[in-house]
């Protein structure tokens, strides 16, 4: 370490050339708002000049360009992107996205500590820095049948791993309120340490609460006056755009230089095919400051305070002693990234060729024998009961009541009113649970979508028009071994397969756009009219989530968080 | 902890009383900038409610007053109170500083890690949250005669000790430059830790490689050109005003939205007597808010920002999940401190009366012969040669060349020119070193004054217009085992006893205002002009601040980084 520090005071001081050097452009100092012109000097991972002239033995011609720090994604599910951590870097490092703090929840519900340490092993021989938080709520709730189970014990076996920053989003809020004792251990295992947050509509005193146990951040605001609130009482709030959910349109004018210490962005679930469509944080980038956020605040948002609420001191900003991770932008309101510096090193294809990679786990993980129609059939006292009610773009859902067909004593669809028929089949091998309900807002007149990504237990969940259908896709999901399938008429229309955990597709992020593209034209064809039917399917289970979900035991009322006749 | 956690959320939620509220007042959010109507209720040590109302088991009656955060003193000598650790925590603690992070330099100096222990020791016992870096440099310098050296594996030793936060003040910056071993195995040591800064003046390229070292803040920052440099290249600005240092008048038009994140304030060394009169960080705060700074800005830096800045997440905020530190103000621009509340406690007399006393150490410390006037005389080649300027209110001095009275091959002073004699005579019993020089603007025309505090080494320093008075202070000094002495005529006119280790008196923190009260009128009837001669005399031998200095090796052009002829 000695020789690094001589080596960096030489090449501050010129008395050496730089390692590298980003030269004739300009930066924005996320510190003092200011757009400067300067070279930046880098020695092995750091930055070690600016605002002065530097020679170099590489020199990153930036003339026409502006430099910012990397971003950082502070809450993302790698998971979501259906691809490996392997290919995850690949995909979003080239966009700037220098660091991400992951929670391998989905993995952990399929298959425990062992999706953590997949994890944690993946995120060592990555290009990008992904940190592993540790996944708290394994199983979210007691109100589904998850593959695992994490206890205190467990999490408190990583909590000093390096590559970890603390315990992931704390989902179970209902539990904290009750206070439930498992969770309470979980918390108080980790006092003193970072606990991120997961608190969507939580309020007032109850709020309070949840804060009261040292969680610092929430992910899941979707108002101004939410996110006025959480702010007032502390909390960082990081502002998400994922591929159902998506906030900045609403939270966009919260950010200014006041609040901008105190907020950061994340992408959550995001996948393939919307980062290649729309970009990963540059697009929220983007689209904050089309919305009229201020330029400096968006960044500082982006970069500085993501990594200051984490405790990563080493980042956030383009300063002598702070790591090198720089994004060189075309242009700073439209975040047009010309070039990623990462640790020092320009980031281009040969970044990921060299790399070790780990093998995949979880193949296998379906564990459900071929069903008939008729396991979909949802007996009933009469035609009046719940329906779930989608809203487009956002996971949480409305709990509605209708009246739907009534046929020998069975509940049925309604395409013609847009109401389909759910069901979640546990396929953990741990029991032979189906959940059956209704869902409004899918808009297919015919066929079903099935999918073995369903939140956070991930059994496979199945939405269709006819029994038949949904049959022949849970089917050919077991074939697979995971993924999403469309069937019309008796007929696979197009699938995706994720056979690692029934969650990750072992392809490269290319081939994984490519199908998703072939998934969402077929499901258009089929007359649905969500933008992504598949993450808003994968979503039902999730029964953190107000207000109506369905889980492999049924639909959960989530505000009263219990099970409810469908 | 589970039934600490228990007790939060059911006090949060209102199931049960919460055992202090702090009710029907206002408070200044400085998360948002706001002003808030609202109670704000605590369990144990930590805030559990906030914008609610609240019953508790113990009510501050907040009618008519505004809460703030608790004041975070970033940066600070506590041997520089002139009491120990106990003292300075019953002095400023009600005046709303909750946390202070010191660095125990002077006595480390003196005593090497036996001061160490005895600060974190000290400090465990505290009221106030007293943290203690591990000082870097110590000796500061090679041109001084230390009673102690603490080497890397010395410093290392004491790195993961839960009351310190990483290493003090770097104040060496050219041997960082020079990278010198010992200085670059220090910093090597504590990579990936805190490093307090020091740099005045320092800029370019110089403070690139300074800061590419990893090192963080600077409170030696003593202009707005300065600062927006230090700024601009992510160095965290500590604002001081000190008993000398006063930077608060020339910084505060930096402080703003944009820059608070990145700011704090620090009293480095302020004398009891000054806390007395002006006040110790709501001087401070207050000062800047009358300059003209944004109120919610400096407020955020007294206490968010000063606390991120060192890892300190769970302060800064009155928010739930945040450490109870309440400081009520009856007027938030004047910040006049109405009462204190400390870990959810409300801070009286009671508060100090039970804590445990550490032993005072380093007893005996002057370790000097009894000294003639002729110890005094300067032999010089002819009467010109080098001057200390004086700057009144500031450290930093300019190196004069002036010529002097010259008589049988000495140098004489000129008390009516404002010239006198100054000199250094070391006092660890390692050697018997005097070094002899020149100083203009203390404005004495007779006497002399001692002082055995005499940065950063604490040898004898001691100024005056004769030998023969400059002997008598010497020698009460040693009689006194260590002080301020003022002599006049030959008779001791004034003096404060420092016993321990010659830095700190063993007294209560009013006995000694009361004595510095009396050697500020003593030393002002004997025509001195400055606010703070004897502070100005003790940091005349600080040879790492500019100019010109002297140790009891002789005269040290700062800037050059070596000893001159007299």
Redesign the interface.
């Known amino acids: 370490?000695?020789e690094e520090?001589?080596r960096?005071?030489?090449?501050?001081?010129?008395r050496t050339r730089a390692d590298l050097v980003v030269k004739g452009g300009r930066f924005l100092?996320v510190?003092?708002?200011?757009l400067?012109k300067s070279d930046i000097?880098v020695?092995g991972d750091?930055?070690?000049?600016?605002?002065?002239d530097y020679d170099g033995e590489t020199v990153v011609d930036a003339h026409g360009l502006i430099a910012v720090p990397g971003f950082v994604d502070t809450h993302v599910h790698c998971e979501s992107t259906l691809v490996t951590p392997e290919e995850f870097d690949r995909c979003v490092l080239p966009r700037g996205t220098t660091t991400a703090i992951c929670d391998p929840h989905e993995i952990c519900n399929v298959l425990g500590t062992a999706g953590l340490d997949y994890f944690l092993e993946a995120s060592g021989n990555l290009a990008m820095d992904l940190r592993v938080q540790l996944s708290s709520c394994v199983p979210a709730t007691g109100l589904e049948t998850s593959g695992a189970r994490l206890d205190a014990a467990d999490l408190h076996r990583y909590r000093d791993h390096p590559r970890t920053l603390g315990l992931a989003e704390f989902m179970n809020f209902p539990g904290?309120?009750a206070?439930d004792?498992e969770v309470?251990?979980k918390?108080?295992a980790f006092?003193?340490r970072h606990i991120d947050g997961h608190s969507p509509l939580v309020t007032?005193?109850?709020?309070?609460?949840y804060?009261?146990?040292?969680?610092?951040n929430c992910h899941e605001t979707t108002s101004i006056e939410e996110a006025?609130?959480k702010?007032?009482?502390?909390?960082q709030v990081l502002i998400r755009d994922g591929s159902v959910s998506k906030d900045v349109q609403a939270l966009a004018p919260v950010i200014d230089?006041?609040?901008a210490?105190?907020l950061g962005f994340c992408t959550d679930d995001r996948n393939p095919l919307d980062i290649a469509e729309e970009g990963h944080l540059d697009h929220l980038i983007r689209r904050s400051i089309a919305l009229g956020a201020p330029v400096?605040a968006v960044y500082r948002a982006a970069t500085w305070s993501a990594a200051?609420g984490f405790?990563l001191?080493?980042r956030g900003?383009?300063?002598?002693?702070?790591r090198a991770d720089i994004v060189l932008l075309e242009d700073l309101e439209d975040c047009r990234v010309a070039g990623v510096i990462r640790n020092g090193r320009r980031v281009g294809p040969e970044t990921f060729a060299g790399r070790p990679t780990v093998r995949p786990v979880g193949l296998g993980s379906v564990k459900l024998e071929p069903v008939g129609a008729e396991v979909f059939r949802v007996p009933a006292a009469g035609p009046g009961g719940p329906v779930i009610g989608i809203l487009p773009g956002k996971i949480l859902t409305e709990h509605l009541t209708m009246s739907l067909p009534y046929r020998n004593g069975e509940r049925l669809p309604d395409p013609e009113a847009d109401v389909l028929k759910v069901c979640v089949l546990a396929r953990h091998g741990i029991n032979r649970n189906v959940g059956r309900g209704f869902v409004r807002g899918f808009g297919l007149r015919s066929g079903a979508l099935a999918s073995s990504v369903g939140h956070d237990s991930h059994n496979v969940a199945v939405v269709g028009a006819s029994d038949a259908d949904m049959a022949v896709a849970v089917n050919r999901l077991i074939e697979l071994q995971g993924g999403f399938v469309a069937v019309r008429d008796g007929v696979v229309v197009a699938e995706l397969p994720l056979p690692v955990a029934g969650l990750i597709s072992d392809r490269a992020f290319e081939e994984v756009e490519h199908a998703l593209s072939g998934l969402r034209a077929a499901v258009r064809g089929m007359g649905c009219t969500l933008a992504e039917p598949f993450l808003q399917l994968a979503f039902l289970p999730l029964p953190v989530i107000p207000h109506l979900k369905i889980t492999d035991l049924g639909l959960v009322d989530v505000d009263r968080f219990e099970l409810i006749a469908a």
């Open positions: 370490m000695r520090l001589e960096r005071i030489d090449q501050a001081l010129g100092n510190a003092t708002g200011e400067a000097a020695c750091r930055i070690v000049g600016t605002y002065d904290v309120l206070k004792p309470l251990d918390l108080a006092q003193g007032g005193r109850e709020l309070n609460a804060l009261s146990c040292g969680i610092r006025r609130e702010l007032r009482k502390g909390m230089a006041v609040t210490p105190f400096d200051r405790g001191n080493d900003l383009l300063a002598p002693g702070y």
